[in-house]
């Protein structure tokens, strides 16, 4: 890591955890939403240096009842908007309907 310092490392960000839960919570009303901060799996990796985060989601709620997967991500992505400059460096997204996450089981 030639040329990193420390600072460089991107630390675990219970409150980017906590912002990104409450903006898809309040907008797309989930039956079940994890958000998993993946950062430090990434340390060295450009996003890290720049103090952006890893992130995955894995949510359910009927608001994806008949869009298609990339439709379901961009929806995502436009709540998380700002975020997804300034905070998230990469998001892995599981986005499922009720009756997908009944299947799954």
Do not use: C
């Not at 890591?1 to 907008?27: C, F, H, K, Y």
């Not at 994890?34 to 799996?41: E, I």
């Amino acid at each position: 890591m030639s040329g990193w310092t420390e600072a460089d490392l991107p630390r675990l960000n219970p409150q980017r955890v906590e912002r990104i839960r409450a903006l898809l919570a309040d907008t797309l009303q989930p039956l079940s939403l994890d958000v998993v901060d993946d950062s430090h799996k990434h340390a060295g990796h450009a996003g890290a240096r720049g103090g952006q985060g890893h992130f995955g989601v894995d949510i359910v709620s009927a608001a994806f009842s008949g869009k298609s997967p990339l439709a379901r991500h961009r929806m995502v992505y436009a709540v998380l908007g700002d975020l997804m400059q300034s905070d998230i460096h990469a998001l892995a997204i599981r986005a499922r309907t009720p009756e997908e996450a009944r299947v799954s089981q």
